[in-house]
């Protein structure tokens, strides 16, 4: 089965805008995932892909493909299930998998990991996830504890899992759902990530934190 993978850029950002043109330690937030998806040596090919006419130059310099999305898949409006279609729609691949620049931190053994579930024989989708055990509620009701016979240690509790979107990915099996709308179902592997994969990028105070954490996770390396 061939893997590819997307590296979606919209323009029009509008909580941070411009969000993927911000330079971390001398590179752009899309060209650390770039580069990221050219060393993991997990896919046969790479695409931007975007609403910017301007980053095929940026494909070209590294070696990668472009797919200048259509502005109607670019707009606040857009989901992510229809840039999914649209692309099974217009190229050929068995495997596709969004690699999300909004985490810029993760590594790039989470992606390797990610890819490496798609082998499995019923894989269809997947999605990935950090673990988090806190004490949680839903609509003021403890989930993962109860008042009762003395609080819970955080460590004995059972941990919420939750989305990070930090790669995501889909059989080709699952266009009929994609067409319809339908992003994952219940038949989607969750997969864990490092706690790299959890500082996403958002707003501004979000880069200021992982600016300083992206020169000190890298200074050790």
Same mark, same amino acid.
């Given at each position: 089965?061939?893997?590819?993978?997307?590296?979606?850029?919209?323009?029009?950002?509008?909580?941070?805008?411009?969000?993927?043109?911000?330079?971390?330690?001398?590179?752009?937030?899309?060209?650390?995932?770039?580069?990221?998806?050219?060393?993991?040596?997990?896919?046969?090919?790479?695409?931007?892909?975007?609403?910017?006419?301007?980053?095929?130059?940026?494909?070209?310099?590294?070696?990668?493909?472009?797919?200048?999305?259509?502005?109607?898949?670019?707009?606040?409006?857009?989901?992510?299930?229809?840039?999914?279609?649209?692309?099974?729609?217009?190229?050929?691949?068995?495997?596709?998998?969004?690699?999300?620049?909004?985490?810029?931190?993760?590594?790039?053994?989470?992606?390797?990991?990610?890819?490496?579930?798609?082998?499995?024989?019923?894989?269809?989708?997947?999605?990935?996830?950090?673990?988090?055990?806190?004490?949680?509620?839903?609509?003021?009701?403890?989930?993962?504890?109860? #008042? +009762?016979?003395?609080?819970? =240690? *955080? &460590?004995?509790?059972?941990? !919420?899992?939750? $989305?990070? @979107?930090?790669?995501?990915?889909?059989?080709?099996?699952?266009?009929?759902?994609?067409?319809?709308?339908?992003?994952?179902?219940?038949?989607?592997?969750?997969?864990?990530?490092?706690? #790299? +994969?959890?500082?996403?990028? =958002? *707003? &501004?105070?979000?880069?200021? !934190?992982?600016? $300083?954490? @992206?020169?000190?996770?890298?200074?050790?390396?």
């Amino acid at each position: 089965m061939s893997n590819t993978c997307i590296i979606p850029v919209r323009k029009g950002s509008e909580r941070l805008p411009k969000k993927n043109y911000k330079i971390l330690e001398g590179k752009s937030i899309l060209e650390i995932a770039i580069l990221k998806a050219i060393e993991s040596k997990v896919f046969v090919e790479i695409y931007i892909n975007t609403d910017d006419e301007l980053l095929e130059k940026v494909s070209e310099e590294y070696g990668i493909k472009f797919h200048h999305r259509d502005v109607n898949l670019a707009n606040s409006d857009a989901t992510s299930d229809q840039v999914v279609f649209d692309f099974f729609n217009t190229f050929n691949c068995s495997n596709l998998f969004w690699l999300n620049t909004v985490s810029p931190l993760q590594t790039i053994e989470d992606i390797q990991n990610f890819v490496r579930t798609s082998k499995k024989q019923d894989w269809k989708s997947g999605v990935s996830y950090s673990p988090s055990y806190v004490h949680s509620f839903h609509e003021n009701t403890p989930i993962n504890f109860e #008042w +009762s016979g003395g609080f819970a =240690k *955080t &460590q004995d509790l059972k941990p !919420i899992d939750c $989305l990070n @979107y930090a790669m995501m990915g889909w059989s080709s099996s699952m266009i009929p759902k994609l067409k319809d709308g339908q992003l994952f179902d219940e038949n989607t592997t969750l997969v864990e990530s490092s706690r #790299w +994969s959890n500082y996403l990028l =958002k *707003t &501004q105070e979000d880069f200021e !934190i992982i600016k $300083l954490l @992206y020169k000190n996770l890298y200074k050790e390396k």
